[in-house]
């Protein structure tokens, strides 16, 4: 969570992860006090050090600039939001692992505890803004808590709905420059003069006319229709690697092609070996459930569809290499080129690598595994764990013993020496840039390399010798 107040100024009006956010409007409003609070003790600490606790380029110099100016960072939760005037409420809210709608519902769990926080502590009235993508209508739940249970008869809560579409890997220009920001609000004056208060604070770095008001519901909804449909884009263009492997097309002609048709436009058809990170499945999920208890069956299929063509393209790509490779992976060794889920990040929350490692030991092989910035720990715990259990903060924390079926390596050489393949599952700049032939001739041969983000100079690859799957383009004959 984070707040927000006036510096050095007697009169409060305060703001309470998506951590990034409060340091982006430290930096840009230096008048105002920003303070980023967590149960988390670690990650508290860690933002207090000079390691941060997430890799995020940029981030390191937004930090510096105005940790202990105007950013602070604390575990004093109740302190902080007792202060604040506007409260960012930025806590996880993760797909439930059971009950009722156990892998599809969002488990408002950390939502409803930080409300019943925020109304026991609060003497002076507040905005509170739901930052955490939510199901549709969980302003109006949260406000029935706020208002239970707050003891001061004369405290005023005012709820807005400011989503989040900042990507990792990005977050800083996306928050320097964004698309839109949304602010839902209440009709009536309070409410709209809620939104005019989160609106200037916007102001002093996003020009107007990108500052978008709407109903409180219209925001919530936005957020979960944006991420479904860029999740549905991904998921089209998948669908369509499959059938351009089966025709001879090549799937980046074919998005290049569409792309330059305006109403299509060319961002997100990328091909991949399946979309990850803690947001697009657990939203669709979300979306899923929601329609699905408001009877609508066909809708609730259509989105349902996208997830299903993800776990197929990670499916397809496991039995790709496993077809590819004479039907039998055993005790093969075969180097992971990447685990987190996207470039410039070390984020692995859903990432496709889980479940493609995942496929590859079930078969008998040995996965050696390389990713910039990730280490071993983390994957051995992100194996280790069930599906959606990960977003759970109490869960899964213990260390986890290492695999011999897995292991995790320092550099990109070692991962692939001795490998019968490589599987390129990030699509990490410095992959282009190794010295593949140094890689092919301490490899055993035939040496595979399957590239799920065709990312790869494919063409010199085969110069030097490799077997090449580049995803959803013509195969080699050898295939
Ligand atoms: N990560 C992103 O890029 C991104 C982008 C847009 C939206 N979102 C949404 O933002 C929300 C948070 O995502 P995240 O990736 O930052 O999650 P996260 O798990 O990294 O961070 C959530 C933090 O909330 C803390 N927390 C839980 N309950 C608390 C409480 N009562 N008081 C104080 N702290 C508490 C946890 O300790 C944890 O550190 C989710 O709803 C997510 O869907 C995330
Ligand atoms: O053409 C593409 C684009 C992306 N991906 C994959 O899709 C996943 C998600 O990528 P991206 O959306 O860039 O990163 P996120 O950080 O997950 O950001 C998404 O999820 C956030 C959390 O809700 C939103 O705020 C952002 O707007 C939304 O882009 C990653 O595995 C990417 O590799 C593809 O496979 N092909």
Known sequence: MHLIWPSKSTE?????????????????????????????????????SDKLPIYEPGLDEVVKACRGRNLFFSTDVKKHVAEADIVFVSVNTPTKTRGVGAGKAADLTYWEGAARMIASVSTSSKIIVEKSTVPVKTAEAIEKVLRCN???????????????????????ADLANPDRVLIGGKGGPAGRAAIEELAAVYARWVPQDRILRTSLWSAELSKLTANAMLAQRISSMNSISALCE???ADVQEVAHSI??????????????????????QKDI?????????????????????????????????????ITSMFNTISRKNIAIYGFAFKKDTGDTRETPAIDVCHGLVADGAHCVIYDPQVGADQVH?????????????????????????????????????????????????????????KIYDNMVKPAFIFDGRNVLDHAELRKIGFIVYALGKPLDPFL
């Open 12 to 48: 409060s009006d305060h703001l309470l992860r998506l951590q990034e956010r409060a340091m982006w409007i430290a930096l840009k409003c230096v008048d105002l006090e920003v303070v980023v609070v967590d149960l988390n003790v670690s990650r508290i600490a860690a933002w207090n």
């Open 150 to 172: 707050c003891t001061s008869a004369s405290v005023r809560f005012d709820i807005l709905s400011n989503p989040e579409f900042l990507a990792e890997g990005t977050a800083v």
């Open 246 to 248: 089966t025709t001879g």
């Open 259 to 280: 792309g330059k048709d305006s109403r299509i436009g060319p961002k997100f058809l990328n091909a991949s070996v399946g979309f990850g990170g803690s947001c697009f």
């Open 285 to 321: 999920l979300n979306l899923v459930y929601i329609c699905e208890t408001l009877g609508l069956k066909e809708v609730a299929d259509y989105w349902h569809a996208v997830i299903t063509m993800n776990d197929y393209q990670k499916q397809r790509f496991v039995e790709r290499i």
């Open 381 to 437: 715990r992100d194996l280790a764990t069930p599906k959606f259990e990960w977003d759970h903060p109490s869960r899964g924390q213990a260390a986890i013993a290492g695999r011999d079926e897995i292991k995790v390596v320092k550099d990109p050489y070692t991962a692939a020496h001795g490998a019968h393949a490589i599987c390129v599952l990030t699509e990490w700049d410095e992959f282009a840039h190794y010295d593949y032939q």
